[in-house]
């Protein structure tokens, strides 16, 4: 009888997730992700008010404007499909626009929405048309 064992002597929280790690799995992360990094706080509060509307289901796909009239930023949210559920929680996709100093960039993500409270976004990356 041969008997074989081995061990890995890499830490295995990069992989698997970490202790420190908070989030239950099916769960809405308590914090919103911004569009980006450089989004001011009344840019990012802007842009929620107009995540709400954007994302109500009776919108049938009308992009909500924003503007923040203390600085130069402005935008919009559109949602691109319908609302889904996704782990008892409704969700729902949406691109967003968002200028600053006359650059426009675009991006795409998910919003969910937990019992009737208000839309929080859970994943958002930049987004490009693709080329054809």
């Known amino acids: 009888m041969i008997l074989c064992s081995c061990a890995i002597s890499t830490p295995l929280g990069p992989i ?3 202790s420190e790690d908070k989030t239950a799995t099916g769960s809405i992360p308590s914090q919103d992700n911004r569009l980006n990094a450089s ?19 009776q919108n049938p796909g009308a992009s909500i404007l924003w503007s923040n009239t ?24 949406f691109v967003a626009a968002l200028s600053q100093s006359g650059n426009t960039q675009w991006y795409q993500g998910k919003g969910c929405q ?15 048309l693709p080329h054809a």
């Open 39 to 57: 989004m001011t706080d009344a840019d990012w509060d802007k842009t929620k008010l107009a995540l709400q509307a954007a994302m109500a289901p």
């Open 114 to 128: 937990k019992g009737g409270g208000a839309w929080t976004v859970v994943s958002v990356q930049p987004w490009a």
């Open 16 to 18: 698997f997730g970490s």
């Open 70 to 93: 203390e600085g130069d930023s402005h935008g919009s949210v559109t949602p691109v499909a319908d609302a889904f559920v996704e782990n008892k929680t409704t969700c729902r996709s």
